[in-house]
């Protein structure tokens, strides 16, 4: 069993303390986990701190550039390492953490690299009443320490896609893990030693929440700015956190992501896209389908389709290519999923397929495993309709007009992503248009252009990331103005 340190300063730092970590495989023991006191915190906030006065705070922008490249290409060096970690922590199905986690890893370094390199800023010439005018020029500068708040869902992929521009505009970050997902985030640790990034940029302090590591880098008065991906209560409790000293959160929180399936689509696309949307990543994605809106001529049609697709995928372990499910992140999050099945049971629903646990062989018994699941028969006012359950798992119900499915879609507090399945490109269009979501999908699910804003809108976030838009949280933008 291996042991997961705290990275602070540019060194790996033991405590007294320990979490165990299991794998949701077989809840076998594979880490024990050093947890971050308020001593460990401070420490990192401190190195953080002074980095940004060290060579760090110095380096041109063309040096942290070639940095943050190194960093990628680190990580890709060690490839196989990070997929092993994740894979250990998650459980999840190395074909797609190969695709998607540990490749985005790197991409998330490679992408603000890119940006901050070549984003301009404003300049206005004004003229004044002596006749002499003046000069206006706009300069971005580092918030300063940023607190990296992480989900275990993703949990490289979605530390990168704030480490990466939080370094890119000239900050330090004190990275909080998931403690369910604590290898990834320490092995990058390494990575920073061997590119040579300054000591104290980038930390990492392992632990939980509440009156833990979690909330002590969230109040912790040395942090001038929060970003935070998980659910949407911990994003408000963070928020309230961070109201003390006034520093700003970036929140990408949960959702309850439609798909919008309308009878003129492409059949075989709009399968193969909802199964993914579906049952990716064992339902735990927060972009991830979990209602499906279909056309009424075509529902019966997707239903079986879907049904023959869930019963198509083979639970098993990471390494098995055959792969095509992976179990939840733990015993807890499995009773929360299995809770709902239940519910949806006793509410009457239609159970398509699955809505319990598997019979697994012997040795896979203790993991956190689930049936992949579908449910018709259950209107909008369920909790399975209304209520995040980031499981394998999605209520179908059908639709008949165009209006209807629109305002369906849209009666939810959440609002992160949708996707839409139709051939009538007007119609996809007008429709994504009145989608009250931050991530609007047409025959697609889950394509990323790493430039475009991503964040959710009502409960589902605050801020948009990715290419520029980072540039408004990670960077103070300052405006000079010269009298001529
Ligand atoms: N919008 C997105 O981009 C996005 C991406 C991934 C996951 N998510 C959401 O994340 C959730 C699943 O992730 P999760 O279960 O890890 O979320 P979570 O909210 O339980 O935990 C997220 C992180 O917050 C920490 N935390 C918890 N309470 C805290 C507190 N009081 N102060 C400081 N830190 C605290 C946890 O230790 C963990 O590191 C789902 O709701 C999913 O929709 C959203
Ligand atoms: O589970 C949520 C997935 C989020 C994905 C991203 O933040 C991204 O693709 O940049």
Redesign the pocket.
């Known amino acids: 069993m291996k042991d997961v340190h705290n990275f602070i300063n540019g060194e790996f730092v033991a405590t007294e303390r320990f979490f165990d970590k299991r794998t949701p495989v077989d809840n076998s023991l594979i880490a024990r986990v050093h947890e971050a006191g308020k001593a460990e915190v401070d420490a990192a906030v401190a190195a953080a701190r002074a980095a940004l006065h060290g060579p760090w705070g110095r380096m041109t922008v063309a040096e942290r550039v070639d940095l943050l490249n190194a960093v990628a290409d680190g990580i890709n060096r060690r490839f196989d390492d990070f997929l092993q970690a994740e894979c250990a922590d998650t459980g999840k199905p190395r074909s797609l953490a190969s695709h998607i986690d540990i490749p985005r890893g790197a991409a998330n370094f490679k992408i603000f690299a890119d940006v901050i390199k070549s984003v301009p800023t404003e300049f206005f010439e004004m003229a004044t009443p002596d006749g002499l005018g003046a000069l206006n020029y706009s300069l971005r500068r580092p918030v300063g320490v940023v607190g990296v ?6 949990p490289l992929l ?1 530390m990168t ?1 704030k480490v990466g521009p939080a370094l890119a505009c000239g900050n330090t970050v004190v990275v ?6 604590p290898q990834t985030a320490t092995l990058l640790g390494e990575v920073m030693n061997e590119v040579g990034m300054p000591k104290g940029v980038y930390n990492v302090v392992h ?9 002590f ?3 912790h008065p040395g942090v001038n700015a929060i970003t ?8 408000s ?2 928020m309230k ?1 961070a109201a003390e000293g006034a520093r700003p959160v970036s ?5 309850k992501n439609p798909a919008i399936v309308f009878a003129d689509c492409d059949f075989d696309k709009a399968i193969e896209g909802t199964m993914r949307s579906v049952f990716a990543n064992c339902g ?4 991830g389908t979990e209602r499906v809106y279909v056309e009424r001529p075509i529902f019966e049609r997707f239903v079986e389709a879907m049904k023959k697709g869930a019963e198509g995928l083979r639970l098993g372990r990471p390494e098995d290519p055959q792969t095509g499910l992976g179990p939840l ?1 733990s015993q807890e ?1 499995r009773d929360k999923v299995l809770s709902y099945y239940a519910r949806a049971t006793e509410l009457g629903a239609t159970v398509v397929t699955g809505g319990g646990a598997p019979d697994m062989p012997a040795e896979l018994a203790e993991g956190a495993w689930v049936q992949p699941t579908l449910w018709t028969g259950l209107d909008d006012s369920s909790p399975i309709a209304r209520e ?1 359950i ?1 499981g394998p798992c999605a209520l179908i119900q059908p639709f008949d007009a165009e209006d209807e499915v629109i305002r369906r879609a849209n009666d939810t507090e959440y609002g ?1 992503a949708c996707s839409i399945w139709t051939e009538n490109l007007a119609r996809a269009h007008r429709v994504a248009g009145q989608i009250e979501a931050g991530l609007v999908w047409v025959n697609s699910w889950f394509l990323r252009d790493l430039r475009t804003p ?3 809108a009502k409960q ?2 605050i801020g948009r990331e990715g290419g520029v838009h980072s540039l408004e949280f990670y960077t103070e933008l300052k405006n000079i103005c010269i009298k001529l």
């Open positions: 708040i992480c989900p275990w869902n993703l979605l896609w909080k893990p998931s403690e369910e997902t632990g939980f929440g509440p009156d833990s590591a979690g909330e880098v969230t109040s935070f991906t998980g659910e949407t209560r911990t994003g409790v963070i956190t929140l990408e929180m949960g959702g735990q994605v927060c972009l992140i999050h995040e980031f992160l991503f964040g959710g589902s976030g």
